[in-house]
Every structure is written in C-alpha cells, then in structure tokens.
C-alpha cells in the first residue's frame, strides 16, 4: 500500500495485520502483498485478503514455490516472435513443430485461446495470437494488435487459409469482420467458426468436443 493510497483502506489493512500480531516491519510487507495481489486482474481487494491470509498460514514450502514458480515463468517464458503466444524455445512449440500444418493459421485473440482449440485435437495447423481485439470501449484499434506480424506471415504464399477464430461476441465479430477485409485481397481463403459456440461466449470455456466441431465446420467468409 503506497502513502497516496486511501487512508481509509490504509486504515482498514492495518487493522488486519494488528490482528494477526505483525510489528511495524511485518504489517507493511503484509501491505505490500495485498496491494500486489490487488492488481491482479480479477482480483478485489476481499480475494486479496483471502489469498494473502491463505499464504499466511500455508507451509513455508508452498508460499515459496509459487514466489519461485512467478520468478521461473518470468525467467523462462516468453512471447513466441512468429505466432505470439506463449515460448520457452526460441520459438514455440507449435511453430517449431515439423508435423504442423504450415498451410493453414488460426487466429485468436489470446494465448489462453491456443491451449483451448488445442484441448480440442481437432486443429493440426499454426496459429497467431493478436493479443488482444478490437474494443473501442477499451481503447484498443486495430494497431494495438498483432495484425501487421500476420500479415507478413501471409506474404511467402505458403499459407492456404486463415481462421478467424476470436471468440463468438461483439468485440470478436468486430475484430473478425475487420480481419476478413484485410485478408481478403491477399487471396488467401477466410473461415469463421461454426455457429453452435454459445454467442457472447468465451473460447476459452467452451467444452471440448463443441469447439472441435466448430473448428471442423468452419465457414467460408
Ligand atoms: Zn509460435
């Protein structure tokens, strides 16, 4: 908790550590654990007093193999340069993968995206991740996203077609459409996922065998 924060939360966190009997010293590194585990997204300030409680009263073991675990991620996981998605090789596996389909890319809104189709067994092809769509209502266009890095991928020739697969809602229809206009000229053929994917929907929970039959019967676009 930083001095600008308000002293009425400032107050109430103070109250916690004096209840679990931490001095001075404990009281602002207890502080300082909320206000990170605040940040996460998601995460409110009451889930932040579970979890940080939680750690609290955990076996030293388990506290430090989730610090180590943070560290280990930050240290060896990276941002793969071809699809964008998660990599601890100098590519990641998928791109770097001999038995993948290098004629076809599906394109997805985020890493997490890429683990859900491929739950699925039914997609061979490579993949890019946009890191995000386009939402106006969050200030995101099309220039915030990785389009210019698909583009290039397009240019060998080597790519048949695309799949636009970002997720069944408004913010995915509207980065989809967007993509297809951009796409088409290149002459390259456009997909769109089936419908039968629950609409305002997210990918990422959409069951398995759902997915896979709305990768299968993709569609012209
Ligand atoms: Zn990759």
Redesign the pocket.
């Known amino acids: 908790m930083s001095e600008f924060s308000s002293p009425r939360i400032a107050s109430a966190h103070e109250h916690e550590a004096d209840a679990l009997g931490a001095s001075a010293e404990d009281r602002r590194a207890l502080e300082r654990l909320l206000d990170e585990l605040g940040r996460l997204p998601g995460v409110g300030p009451k889930s932040a007093q579970r979890i940080a409680y939680h750690l609290l009263s955990a076996p030293d073991e388990e506290a430090l193999r989730l610090s180590k675990a943070i560290a280990d991620v930050k240290r060896l996981v990276h941002f ?1 340069p ?4 998660y ?1 601890t090789g100098e ?2 596996e ?3 993968s001999p038995s993948r389909d290098r004629t076809t890319i599906c394109v997805v809104g985020e890493p997490k995206d890429v683990s859900a189709i491929e739950r699925t067994h039914a997609y061979h092809g ?2 890019h991740v946009l890191g995000g769509v386009i939402s106006p209502r969050d200030g995101v266009g099309p220039d915030d996203l990785h389009i210019v890095g698909l583009l290039s991928r397009l240019a060998s020739g080597e790519v048949g077609e695309v799949i636009l697969a970002t997720n069944p809602d408004v913010e995915g229809e509207v980065t989809a459409t967007y993509l297809a206009r951009q796409l088409k000229p290149l002459g390259v053929e456009v997909t769109r996922l089936a419908s039968g994917l629950p609409v305002g929907g997210d990918l990422e929970y959409a069951d398995e065998v759902t997915l896979g039959r709305a990768i299968e019967a993709r569609r012209s676009l």
């Not at 071809?82 to 998605?85: D, E, G, L, R, V």
């Open positions: 793969c071809i699809c964008n998605s990599a590519v990641c998928i791109c770097g490579l993949y």
